[in-house]
């Protein structure tokens, strides 16, 4: 039996503080063509789900998340000048927001 009990928000993975979560913006040709669409790309950590993501974009951005789609990139081995080398795999978020708001990335 424990002494201290542990906060549940610490055992589901932090819902608290979910700034660890989007790295960075995607800033593509792609990316701005989306844009149009309402559709924003987000560079997420992998161990990251929709809902993480979803809240993330809310507190950082302030604007709202209607659909979040994940697209996972597998890790794979590639040559380079002759040698092999190990690219490390990725995950990309399409955020989109509801219609009228925008986020300003650059």
Known sequence: MALFKKDSKEEKGGQGDLSWVIKKPRVTEKAAFLTEHHQYIFDVEQK??????????KDQYKVTPVAVNI???????ELVR????????????????????????I
Do not use: C, F, Y
Request: proline share 0%; no cysteine; aromatic share 0%.
């Open 48 to 57: 990251s789900n929709k809902n993480q993501i979803k809240k993330a974009v």
């Open 71 to 77: 697209i996972r990139q597998a890790a794979r081995k």
């Open 82 to 105: 002759g040698r092999k080398v190990h690219k490390k795999g990725n995950k990309k978020a399409i955020v989109t927001l509801k219609k009228g708001e925008t986020i300003d990335l």
